[in-house]
């Protein structure tokens, strides 16, 4: 229901229109930047989260063993500690198809 909520999404919310996240969620609807929540929370939360987040994890899985992967000569070790290290400024690879 709240997806289709024309109080936050506008007149066209039962409308498909991806260009609505252009500039980020926070963004995507009107004064509220928790009106977009696709696995829900709390007691409600959707059943297939955990499956839909494997198949992810798999379906990238099964890509990726097609590429090896090489850093940047430019790379530099900038890390910063979030939960876990982590590369500051990304780590930029460069892919080669196996």
Known sequence: MM???Q??????????KSDRF???LSKA??????????FGG??????????ALLEAKLALSLI??????EL???YSDALTTALT????????????KS
């Open 3 to 5: 997806h289709h909520d």
């Open 7 to 16: 109080q936050y999404w506008g007149d066209d919310a039962k409308e498909f």
């Open 22 to 24: 252009s500039e980020g």
């Open 29 to 38: 609807s009107k004064g509220t930047s928790v009106a977009f929540f696709p």
């Open 42 to 51: 709390g007691r409600r939360i959707c059943i297939g989260q955990n499956f």
């Open 64 to 69: 990726l063993q097609h590429f090896s992967f």
């Open 72 to 74: 940047f000569p430019t």
């Open 85 to 96: 290290l982590q590369p500051r400024h990304g780590a930029q690879v460069i892919l080669h």
